[in-house]
């Protein structure tokens, strides 16, 4: 039998490779990959940028781990690939057979059209790499400007911050990150940045970035405005990666559309990750998500529909633990409002879902750095935000995935004056004993 192939060593590609081997212990699989670093952890970028995580803290799997996989890795990019003949070919001139073939290519940042964008010091953070090189720029640079909303813009500010560099912050919006935060979470995100000395420009655009010598010197705003830096950052969204599938044929819209088998519109060829947009039979949409457990998830389940398990993808509620400006923050279920108007579409670590307008009413309460927000419908908890203390973080979790029937609480919930954090937790440890009870 041909091999199975994996295009893309990220987590969505390991987990498929993993399923694949579960079931068939002596199959061939070829796993390719374009990337020198291989398979490290993306979200972990942030912390290496911090200097709280050394690089070798990025590598979740060991040698040996991936060498008990028995896997064949091609190091090398994938230029076109023959559906019919069942075949891939390399840039290198090679091609490869292949039995069943996943596409998970992953996302990549994007660009923004403006004059001067191609000088050295514009960096994006999309990989190991440019996280490398934005380490090396920090050391000579004395200021900075980052573009864009989302968690990667911040974990860029907070990186450069780290390294000593004067930054400021372009918002094309009134505030943080607006799809997903309410006002008071952006304006504490916000607050906190100032406070480590970020200058954020609002409602600030850049029309071009001027150098000299092929190097960075400065941006000019559309109002005119002239930031001198050293190192501007962009990150304004991403683009799933479908060249491939494009040139294909397959049937793609924003990502690859693939069924809930992670099936693409060929047959053989499955696709997952950030590259895929995933039919959810709940909504009857394809959804987007760009977060590392989704693409883990997804990944696995067409690694066994490879190898010939049938299996359906069930979208689990997109759950994130993230920190934003030093604040650990979970993000559960639909919380958002749609549009963000810093962002050209989703942005790493996002998720379509969160930003469904829910029917919901909001309860909330904060103080200092401890900010909770649930979404309540009629008689089910919709999502949850919950920033500083975490101790709410994983019984949301669970009664939001479980579908909690909160009929009981709701109007309690929904009561000013109610201490939400003491009826939460008293109703969860109650409805945690019944739900096991009824479970086993
Ligand atoms: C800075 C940063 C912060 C993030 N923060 C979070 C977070 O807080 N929470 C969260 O849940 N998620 C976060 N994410 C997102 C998360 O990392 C991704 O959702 C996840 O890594 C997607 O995995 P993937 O396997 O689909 O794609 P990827 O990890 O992107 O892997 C795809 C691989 O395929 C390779 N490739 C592409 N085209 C070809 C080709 N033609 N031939 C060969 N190889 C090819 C690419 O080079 C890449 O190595 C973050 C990502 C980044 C970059």
């Given at each position: ?17 993993q ?6 212990p002596?199959?061939a699989i ?9 398979y490290y952890s ?6 290496y940028?911090t200097?709280?995580?050394p ?11 991936l060498?008990y ?9 994938v ?36 004059p001067g ?9 999309d ?12 050391r000579k ?14 974990e860029?500010?907070e990186?450069?911050v780290?390294?000593?560099v004067?930054?400021?912050y372009?918002?094309r ?9 309410d006002?008071q ?18 409602r ?12 960075v010197?400065?941006?000019?705003t ?30 793609v819209?924003?990502g ?19 590259v895929?947009q ?20 997804q990944g696995?389940?067409?690694?066994l529909?490879?190898?010939g398990?049938?299996?359906v ?11 934003l400006a030093?604040?650990?923050t979970t ?30 009413i ?12 649930i979404?309540i ?13 975490q ?5 949301l979790?669970?009664?939001?995935s479980?579908k ?18 003491e ?18």
């Amino acid at each position: 039998m041909e091999p199975y192939v994996i295009i893309g060593t990220g987590v969505a590609g390991i987990a498929a490779a993993q399923a694949i081997r579960q079931h068939h212990p002596q199959a061939a699989i070829v796993l390719i990959g374009d990337e020198p670093d291989g398979y490290y952890s993306r979200p972990g970028l942030a912390y290496y940028l911090t200097r709280e995580l050394p690089e070798q803290g990025l590598f979740p799997l060991r040698d040996r781990a991936l060498s008990y996989l028995k896997l064949q890795i091609v190091h090398g990019r994938v230029v076109r690939i023959d559906a019919a003949g069942h075949r891939i070919e390399l840039a290198d001139g090679k091609s490869m057979k292949y039995h069943r073939l996943l596409i998970a290519t992953g996302a990549s940042a994007a660009r923004l059209d403006l004059p001067g964008v191609d000088l050295q010091g514009v960096v994006k953070l999309d990989n190991l790499a440019d996280a490398r090189r934005i380490a090396k720029l920090a050391r000579k640079a004395r200021s900075a400007v980052v573009i864009g909303g989302g968690i990667t813009a911040l974990e860029i500010v907070e990186g450069l911050v780290a390294r000593g560099v004067k930054t400021h912050y372009f918002l094309r919006g009134d505030r943080y990150w607006a799809n997903v935060l309410d006002e008071q979470e952006s304006r504490i995100i916000e607050h906190r940045l100032q406070e480590e000395g970020v200058q954020i420009h609002y409602r600030t655009e850049a029309s071009q970035i001027e150098g000299k010598r092929g190097r960075v010197q400065a941006v000019i705003t559309k109002d005119g405005a002239r930031i001198k830096c050293q190192i501007v950052a962009i990150a304004v969204g991403i683009r799933p990666r479908t060249q491939l599938a494009v040139s294909l044929g397959l049937n793609v819209d924003r990502g690859i559309l693939v069924s809930e088998n992670l099936q693409t519109s060929a047959p053989d060829i499955f696709a997952a990750g950030d590259v895929a947009q995933v039919f959810d039979p709940a909504t009857g949409r394809y959804n987007i998500d760009s977060l590392w457990d989704p693409a883990r998830q997804q990944g696995f389940i067409a690694g066994l529909n490879m190898a010939g398990l049938p299996t359906v993808y069930r979208k689990d509620m997109p759950f994130n633990v993230t920190r934003l400006a030093g604040l650990t923050t979970t993000i559960i279920g639909t919380v958002g409002r749609g549009v963000d108007e810093d962002l050209m579409g989703i942005a790493r670590g996002d998720s379509e879902t969160w930003r469904q307008l829910p029917d919901a009413i909001v309860a909330q309460r904060g103080f200092d750095v401890n900010q909770l927000r649930i979404l309540i419908g009629e008689k089910r908890l919709l999502g949850a935000i919950v920033m500083g203390d975490q101790t709410l973080s994983k019984p949301l979790q669970d009664m939001i995935s479980a579908k909690a029937n909160i009929a009981p609480i709701r109007n309690a919930l929904l009561y000013a004056q109610s201490d939400l954090p003491e009826i939460l937790l008293d109703f969860w440890g109650q409805w945690r004993s019944e739900y096991a009870t009824q479970q086993s």
